[in-house]
């Protein structure tokens, strides 16, 4: 009997210890969610400025839609000018984050000189907004440039 209630006792701490991890670490991952911290998403650009030698373009999205999508593993991203079927862009490819360091690999693009090109990029989350920047270089292509990109998540 004392056995019985040694083990009982043990399995009761057991359950409660895996409870609470298994509560907390769901919590977190709830709250991580909620706030909208996770890359993984739907965004939308809202502000795009190229820097190339002396000069700075900011990009008038007034009359097109620039949307990106980040799954666990991948990204795509398409641009289309609304009204239209002229102007459209898209690519898509693999992608590692650290945290900080956003790496596109870029499998599939309209433009040749851009496939196969891996782009390096800080990425900040806060909230709903994601703001992407770094240095976009293809040296067959003469294309070296800085970029700041700013994005809204889409909400479902």
Do not use: P
Request: include cysteine.
């Amino acid at each position: 009997m004392i056995e019985l209630k040694k083990i009982s006792r043990t399995a009761l701490a057991i359950t409660i210890v895996v409870g609470l991890c298994t509560g907390s670490c769901s919590k977190d991952v709830k709250e991580q969610e909620q706030s909208g911290s996770t890359l993984e998403g739907t965004w939308k650009m809202t502000y795009a400025e190229i820097r190339e030698n002396d000069s700075v373009q900011v990009k008038d999205l007034s009359s097109t839609d620039f949307i990106k999508i980040i799954n666990q593993s991948h990204f795509a991203f398409f641009n289309q000018e609304r009204d239209t079927q002229d102007n459209f862009t898209a690519g898509a490819g693999t992608y590692t984050f650290d945290g900080s360091e956003y790496v596109e690999n870029l499998d599939f693009i309209n433009f040749m000189d851009y496939r196969g090109h891996t782009f390096s990029f800080q990425v900040e989350i806060k909230g709903d907004s994601l703001i992407q920047q770094g240095h976009e270089k293809i040296e067959a292509s003469g294309i070296d440039r800085y970029i700041l990109e700013k994005y809204v998540r889409i909400e479902n």
